[in-house]
């Protein structure tokens, strides 16, 4: 434990190596993590857990949790055992439990009754609906962006984004003309000309969501499509890389150009069979494993879906938000014009799509539902986004992401036996353990400790802490994983 807490201590930014590096920005946090019950769940979750197995189906739900007594990076069940917790719910909560910016926004009057009264925004909308679009939205959009279009979740996000692509190549064949007769009266019975057979290029091990137009470009888990018809669409093979990174620079380019030539093959042997409309795509692939590829295989690619009239989508429902140590991680790419697309969820609290002013669709209904997003959840947001500018929350995902990457990097040479494969960009961690069972031994282990962090691949461990997770809270971390590490 010692020889972690130096290695630590010598990577933290000197503003933090004293006792001032202890205060968390979220004020009132535990010391520390602590188990009371002899196993997770506890007895009330446990029961709460059997409660609603009699409405619902449970099987995914692990522990049942006090959120009156959650706060900053640990999470409190209702059998008051604390967690540090380097989840943060499927990569979902941005600035931690109860961040006291968050509920003074929400304490507010006029912003309780815009949750309380929430509209039709595709229809009346609030009056200072347009300024939160700009002030909150439009303050962290990607590069390039001055276009949003606001939606509930992430699935529902990327299926109106796929709309967006098929209109926009429709809107390019058709030459601007208005439709047709033949088109109106067609779509009505799911036939061409009115709809056509258009394709979405997608890759093996990606996540784009389980409802059922996108669940034809999810291809990490099974369970998630077994019994739902699906659209026969191109899936292209993801970069598989070898690790360290700087051990096999040669063989992860080859890798990379395996699979672009792949994308180029796919889409002209779709040119004829259901022409490729779009190109959807995560920075990294987040539910099939944390698999990376190059910025230059997202520049390359870029340049196929321009050469082939192809919209090019980033889903960074997952990746967006900081956690990667910028706002969206496909920053990391220095791509030469800005996606057409980039959607987004999770921490980002509603969900949405910012698009280049190209891909604006004429015409209402065309994108359109009762919600479209919530301005509640723009109130959060706001509290969220002045989180990150005031604390400097991006800087502050770097300095903890380099102590988190050291210390793991020293842990995965001193026990190669258990973990390998070390990847990823700011917080945004995973690495690999031997087999699926160590995995979850080391996930069940670490919850035991006291430490919520989650699986996703066949073999990978993914860390997702909250953008104000500091270098003491990845100490406590690392003093966990070398603890259960050790012990096996």
């Known amino acids: 434990m010692a020889l972690y807490k130096a290695i630590l201590t010598r990577n933290l930014p000197k503003v933090l190596t004293n006792q001032s590096r202890l205060l968390s920005l ?41 959120y009156d007594k959650s706060i900053g990076n640990y999470m409190v069940d209702v059998d008051d055992n604390v967690f540090l917790d380097v989840f943060s719910q499927i990569a979902s909560i941005p600035v931690g439990y109860n961040h006291p910016g968050v509920l003074k926004l929400l304490s507010d009057p006029h912003n309780v009754r815009t949750i309380a009264n929430r509209p039709a925004l595709g229809v009346m909308p609030g009056a200072d609906w347009p300024e939160k679009l700009k002030s909150v939205l439009l303050s962290v959009a990607p590069p390039g962006h001055n276009q949003v279009t606001t939606m509930m979740c992430g699935s529902c996000s990327n299926e109106n984004a796929y709309k967006m692509m098929f209109m926009n190549y429709m809107k390019k064949k058709r030459g ?14 799911n036939m061409p000309p009115g709809a056509p057979k258009l394709s ?16 034809s470009t999810t291809h990490s888990k099974a369970i998630h499509k077994l019994d ?10 993801f970069p598989q890389y070898k690790y360290p990174l700087e051990e096999f620079k040669r063989e992860n380019q080859q890798e990379d150009e395996k699979c672009l030539a792949e994308v180029e093959e796919l889409i002209e042997k779709y040119s004829t069979i259901a022409p490729v409309a779009g190109i959807t795509i995560e920075p ?26 192809c ?15 910028k706002m969206w991680c496909h920053e990391h790419f220095n791509l030469e014009s800005p996606p057409d697309i980039v959607t987004f969820s999770k921490k980002m609290q509603l969900g949405g799509f910012f698009h280049s002013s190209d891909f604006m669709v004429k015409g209402a209904y065309r994108i359109f539902n009762t919600w ?23 800087k502050q995902v770097e300095e903890t992401g380099k102590v988190l990457r050291s210390g793991l990097s020293s842990l995965e040479k001193k026990y190669p036996q258990h973990i390998n494969s070390l990847r990823g960009r700011g917080t945004f961690l995973a690495f690999n353990a031997p087999t699926p ?31 104000v997770f500091q270098p003491h809270h990845a100490e406590i971390f690392l003093g966990k994983l070398e603890k259960v590490l050790s012990q096996f």
């Open 311 to 325: 919209g090019y989508l980033i889903d960074e429902v997952q990746t967006g938000c900081g956690s990667t140590g």
């Open 284 to 309: 990294i692939q987040s539910e099939g494993g944390d698999n990376e590829a190059s910025p230059e295989f997202f520049q390359k690619l870029q340049k196929i879906a321009k050469k082939h009239g």
């Open 228 to 237: 739902v018809p699906a659209f026969d669409w191109p899936i292209a093979h």
């Open 372 to 394: 479209l997003g919530d301005p509640g959840k723009i109130v959060i947001l706001q509290g969220v986004v002045e989180a990150i500018k005031r604390d400097n929350l991006l």
């Open 200 to 215: 979405i290029l997608s890759f093996r091990g990606a996540f784009h969501g389980r409802t059922l137009g996108v669940l």
């Open 176 to 189: 601007g003309d208005d439709f047709s007769k033949a088109e109106m009266d067609s779509c009505m019975i």
């Open 437 to 467: 069972a160590q995995r979850d031994k080391i996930v069940g282990n670490m919850k035991q400790e006291g430490v919520i962090i989650a699986g996703c691949g066949d073999l990978a461990v993914r860390l997702r802490p909250a953008l």
């Open 26 to 66: 979220v004020p009132g946090e535990p010391e520390g993590p602590s188990v009371k019950t002899s196993s997770v769940p506890g007895p009330k979750s446990q029961q709460l857990i059997k409660e609603l197995e009699k409405i619902q189906q449970a099987g995914s739900v692990s522990l049942f949790a006090d």
